[in-house]
């Protein structure tokens, strides 16, 4: 884990800077302290398939849990719905 990565919970602040031009991933990622090369090394995915991760090209779970673990998150953090503040969520 790079020495400016954060160990504290991952916070509803976090949580609440997600927006359709920021995912999950780069949320998480930012509030962990990570750089896309940081996490590439700690999860040993490749920078592009993070970012492509992180733009929504790429959605494979795989992908997700492996930058999770690396994170030290839920799965399920790093899906946008799971992680918006229920006040923000759109109900069908």
């Known amino acids: 884990m790079p020495q ?11 949580a609440s800077t997600v927006t359709p031009e ?12 990570y750089s896309i090369e940081e996490l590439s090394l700690a999860c ?7 970012a492509d991760v992180e733009s929504g090209k790429d ?12 994170l030290q998150l839920p799965e399920s953090a790093l ?3 799971a992680v918006l503040p229920a006040k923000r969520r759109s109900v069908s």
């Not at 400016?4 to 919970?9: H, L, S």
């Not at 959605?59 to 690396?70: F, G, L």
Request: glycine letters at 4%.
């Open 22 to 33: 920021r995912s999950a991933v780069r949320t998480a990622r930012e509030a962990r302290g």
């Open 44 to 50: 040993g995915l490749a920078a592009y398939e993070i």
């Open 4 to 14: 400016i990565a954060k160990r504290e919970p991952y916070s509803e602040l976090a």
């Open 79 to 81: 899906f946008d719905e």
């Open 59 to 70: 959605a494979d779970p795989s992908k997700r849990r492996r930058i999770a673990s690396a």
